[in-house]
Nanobody, 125 residues
């Protein structure tokens, strides 16, 4: 069983930055690929970024490529999402997710086994 807890969300002006963290309660964090998803009101949950077990491979949605960076610290059981140049359309609840596989590159919600509760990110124009 993996428990995930996101933090770092908040209200920021367009063009600003936020760093989200997701702490995992699991003994073998390095056995899991991790992902970030988001869900805006009235929309389906969508893929944002994912990372393999070591952090060497990362994957991004086109909408965030060049602005967001996913990383992980296996010693701290934590995955991060650095978000720069934020836009109002980035407003959503952001969720982290874990998949019981070491490789990355998973884009669909049903490919992940565990989910956090989410953290709200609001970008004002």
């Amino acid at each position: 069983q993996v428990q995930l807890a996101e933090s770092g969300g908040g209200l920021v002006q367009a063009g600003g930055s936020l760093r989200l963290s997701c702490a995992a309660s699991v003994r073998t964090f390095s056995s899991y690929a991790m992902g970030w998803f988001r869900q805006a009101p009235g929309k389906e949950r969508e893929f944002v970024a994912s990372i393999n077990w070591s952090g060497a491979s990362t994957y991004y949605a086109d909408s965030v490529k060049g602005r967001f960076t996913i990383s992980r610290d296996n010693a701290k059981n934590t995955v991060y999402l650095q978000m720069n140049s934020l836009k109002p359309e980035d407003t959503a609840i952001y969720y982290c997710a874990a998949r019981g596989a070491r490789s990355g590159g998973y884009y669909a919600t049903n490919e992940y086994d565990y989910w956090g509760q989410g953290t709200q990110v609001t970008v004002s124009s």
